[in-house]
């Protein structure tokens, strides 16, 4: 109980520091913008086609945000030694990494709520017709992509090159969640229900969220006593 | 004794692969329909399950380390990884030759084809992270990590890809249905073994050159610290 209370207290410090200086929040949201704007050049598509890639451009362009938002999760704490006095604090190492990862979510949250009405406004797509379902997809993703993002960024926090070292470890092991959501988002924006054959994507979606998050509380005792 | 283990396992293998590509080359058909080239899967499909198999080994060892916290299971995982990015490589390249006489084509997004890649580029990562940590604890406690990340991604890209709507180009599983004809098994057999022998020795050559790399770095530090 105390150890959530540690992380309810991080969380909320996290967000207050970012929210006050919106130093990675803009620059992830206005990268977003950019990347979007960059694919309507990169493809000459019509309307068919459009939504036969809308997933992929979707989960494409919040996957390069997010890694943008959690390299800021501990490098955030680097300056003036915070990590360190995190680390002796009586929170336990788990309560630290959750409330990095639940801070990192919402981040990573509005960034993508920013864009996808620009992605809906850009592209023409109906991103409101099956939204209910679309909104748990994303919930779902944006946590494996947070969960596992903030795990590596403590794991690069002090290595050298650590802008670099993040992405080349983080989406490798985001492939199976991308195929997932990719899946699911393109036929959720296509107009299909959340049924059938996206219940195996899902699934997917699920087992990913709660084998990483599990290993990585699990884990990360190991990786902040260093 | 340890040479000597690498050379008699060395000059083990080369024994058993010449004895092997002998039969495979000289005694051994044609196939019916693929003429020549079905010979590669001698060497294929054995460099991906000896892949496994250092995979496998990896994990172990990986975890071993940050319970024991004795770098000598360091020391194997990184060996092991080495040895099985270089298989999985091996694989995906004698796979490539084969496709392009039997497809036309170097590449395909088949599911197997994936999941192999995806595997390759995982532990591409963990070999990219090692250098750049500099501190000898760290680089083995956050590689260990990495490494189990790493392993657990497997069983997910295998259902990522095994999603509807993946497309499948790869030839079935001859080896769990037991289509394989007679005179093919033992071949197939012991280049498996070739391979793993092979993998074997330059694991414990990896082995000696990492103890003494890290004996190497401890005296450096002493210096310094004097």
């Known amino acids: 109980m105390q ?8 969380a909320k410090k996290d967000l207050q520091t970012e929210l006050r200086t919106k130093e990675s929040i803009n620059a992830a949201a206005s990268f977003a913008l950019v990347i ?8 000459d598509l019509g309307r068919e086609e459009l939504y036969a890639i809308s997933g992929g451009l979707l989960w494409l362009v919040y996957s390069f945000a997010g890694a943008l938002i959690v ?8 300056p ?19 409330g990095k990862s639940v801070a990192a979510f919402f981040l ?7 864009s996808l009405p620009v992605f809906g406004l850009f592209y023409n797509i ?10 748990m997809v994303i919930l779902l993703a944006t946590w494996g992509i947070t969960v596992v993002g903030t795990s590596f960024s403590a794991v690069t926090v002090n290595v050298r090159l650590r802008e670099l070292m993040l992405p080349v470890l983080l989406y490798p092991i985001l492939i199976p ?24 994507s899902l699934r997917l979606l699920i087992g990913f969220d709660a084998i990483y998050t599990a290993l990585a509380l699990y884990l990360i005792d190991f990786v902040l006593i260093v | 004794m340890r040479e000597k283990a690498v050379y008699v396992l060395g000059l083990l293998a080369a024994f058993v692969m010449i004895f092997n590509l002998n ?3 000289n005694k051994l058909p044609d196939e019916a329909m693929q003429g020549a080239v079905y010979r590669i899967i001698f060497i294929h499909v054995p460099a991906a399950i000896d892949a496994d198999i250092f995979f496998t080994v990896s994990l172990l060892t990986a975890v071993l380390f940050l319970v024991t916290r004795k770098f000598i299971w360091d020391s194997v995982t990184v060996s092991c990884i080495e040895v099985g990015t270089m298989l999985v490589f091996l694989n995906l390249v004698t796979g490539s030759i084969w496709g392009r006489n039997q497809w036309g084509i170097w590449w395909a997004w088949d599911l197997r084809m994936t999941s192999q890649l995806m595997c390759f580029l995982l532990y591409l990562g963990y070999l990219l992270v090692r250098p750049a940590i500099a501190e000898p604890t760290q680089k083995a406690t956050l590689s260990a990590i990495v490494a189990i990340f790493a392993y657990a991604d497997i069983p997910l890209v295998l259902m990522a890809i095994r999603l509807p709507n993946v497309r499948t180009q790869h030839p079935g599983p001859v080896l769990e249905t037991g289509n394989l004809a007679p005179a093919f098994r033992a071949p197939f057999g012991i280049g498996i073994l070739a391979l793993l022998l092979m993998g074997t020795a330059l694991v414990l050559v990896r082995l000696h050159q990492e103890t003494t790399r890290r004996e190497i770095d401890s005296l450096r530090r002493e210096l310094h610290a004097a």
């Open chain 1, 71 to 78: 390299n800021r999760g501990f490098a955030r704490e680097l």
């Open chain 1, 80 to 98: 003036n030694d915070c990590l360190e006095v995190l680390m002796s604090s009586p929170a336990p190492a788990w309560s630290i990494f959750l």
């Open chain 1, 177 to 200: 969640l991308l195929i997932g959501a990719m899946g699911t988002t393109t036929a959720l924006l296509g107009g299909e229900s959340l049924g059938g054959d996206n219940i195996a």
């Open chain 1, 108 to 114: 990573l949250l509005i960034v993508e709520l920013i």
């Open chain 2, 23 to 25: 039969t495979v080359f």
């Open chain 1, 3 to 10: 150890g959530l209370r540690s992380a309810f207290a991080i």
């Open chain 1, 36 to 43: 979007l704007v960059l694919f309507s050049f990169a493809f």
């Open chain 1, 126 to 135: 109906r991103w409101l017709q099956n939204f209910g379902s679309l909104a």
